[in-house]
């Protein structure tokens, strides 16, 4: 009897040694896959496709990345221009709708058009005349905006085809595109190499950083031109969308819309976006700078307390409740309405894009930047490298 007692628990604590193994290697098995699924998931939810979106004059095969992440945000851009065509994200209610203005085929963007989604460069907004000086030496650009020169001349970057690399993280996906311009290019002194890298985060985030180095002295002042109507609906203006600009004061403007040099105070005028309010609200109101730019069409100066990413503005359409949030490294911020859109361009919904059907928030440094002493410098030195970072974030309320 003792005999069988002493084996009777031997083989009990066998019993629980066994199972306690058991459920160790169970937890393990599913603490690795855990942790597989953790690693991928974020991964496999983010991807970058390719396909063909036509072929320039010369021949050259245009092609169309569009990167997606978890969230269904879409993000679609060509190699012609660096060229955004496409933002999609959701509504209020979940419903996914593109939200930037531009053409479904390679062809809208090769007539004249107010550069929808494309890169600007070597320099972003006017230079009075087309012309500036370096250590003496007069520099003559295309005078294509009037007596003025503006967004990089006849062919910017908005009309040249840049390198594209995809490049896949463990949390985000990006394009980084190069486009090197040559010394003289449009006028521009100096061999410079350019970067601008899209990147999408799973946080609906779209960051767009750039990168450029040169050989010569030169100035330089890259923004983006992407035309938003967050309502989703291309054939509604966006006179309800509401803005607030971190900007105690803006850039007034002459008559060909060159700044005039003076830093004025936004408060008492209808240029004071410090509190959101709608883009129509003031529109109309008989001010001089509003009847100059048809509209809002100026330079806000932004409040910035260091050199990093900070605030500049945020927009929201009641309607569908999509938010966006912009932050950058720039000291001012371009806030266009869309005044000059006059229904001759065909929208990728069906239509066409009438006046202001959408709005520009072009992070920058200041228009006419070589020729204002006043203004903070644009010249970038061999030994120096150009960087600028600019995030949009979207949410809904």
Not at 230 to 240: A, N, P, Q, T, V
């Amino acid at each position: 009897m003792k005999a069988l007692k002493i084996s009777m628990q031997f083989l009990l604590v066998l019993a629980v040694l066994f199972l306690n193994v058991q459920c160790k290697g169970k937890a393990e098995n599913e603490g690795t896959k855990q942790t597989e699924i953790a690693n991928k998931e974020p991964k496999d939810s983010l991807a970058i496709s390719q396909e063909d979106f036509g072929k320039l004059p010369t021949g050259e095969s245009i092609q169309k990345y569009t990167m997606t992440n978890a969230n269904g945000m879409v993000v679609s851009v060509i190699n012609y221009g660096g060229i955004i065509t496409n933002l999609k994200v959701p509504d209020k209610n979940g419903k996914i709708e593109d939200v930037v203005l531009g053409f479904d085929s390679l062809e809208g963007y090769l007539t004249p058009a107010p550069y929808f989604g494309a890169i600007i460069g070597r320099y972003g907004n006017r230079i009075a005349q087309g012309k500036f000086n370096l250590d003496g030496t007069q520099y003559t650009l295309a005078q294509n905006d009037g007596q003025n020169h503006l967004h990089g001349g006849n062919k910017g970057f908005d009309k040249v085809v840049w390198e594209i690399t995809k490049i896949t993280n463990l949390h985000s996906i990006a394009l980084q595109l190069h486009y090197l311009s040559e010394d003289m290019e449009e006028g521009y002194p100096g061999n410079l190499s350019t970067t601008v890298t899209y990147t999408l985060t799973n946080d609906n985030t779209l960051k767009v950083s750039y990168k450029a180095t040169t050989d010569k002295k030169t100035i330089v002042n890259l923004t983006q031109h992407t035309y938003f109507n967050l309502s989703g609906d291309f054939s509604k203006d966006i006179l309800e969308h509401e803005i607030a600009i971190n900007a105690d004061t803006f850039l007034p403007v002459d008559e060909t819309l060159i700044p005039t040099g003076e830093f004025k105070a936004v408060a008492g005028t209808p240029f004071d976006f410090k509190q959101a309010k709608a883009i129509g609200k003031q529109i109309n109101e008989d001010n001089q700078q509003l009847k100059r730019g048809l509209g809002y069409d100026h330079c806000w100066v932004l409040n910035r307390v260091s050199e990093d990413l900070s605030l500049a503005a945020t927009a929201y359409d009641p309607k569908s409740g999509r938010f966006m949030e912009v932050k950058t490294t720039e000291p001012g911020i371009q806030f266009y309405s869309g005044n000059f859109l006059d229904g001759t361009l065909k929208s990728k919904s069906g239509g066409t894009y009438a006046k202001r059907s959408g709005f520009c928030l072009e992070t920058q440094h200041y228009p006419d930047s070589p020729n204002q002493e006043d203004f903070p410098s644009v010249v970038l030195n061999p030994d120096q490298t150009y960087r600028s970072e600019t995030t949009f974030k979207f949410s809904v309320k």
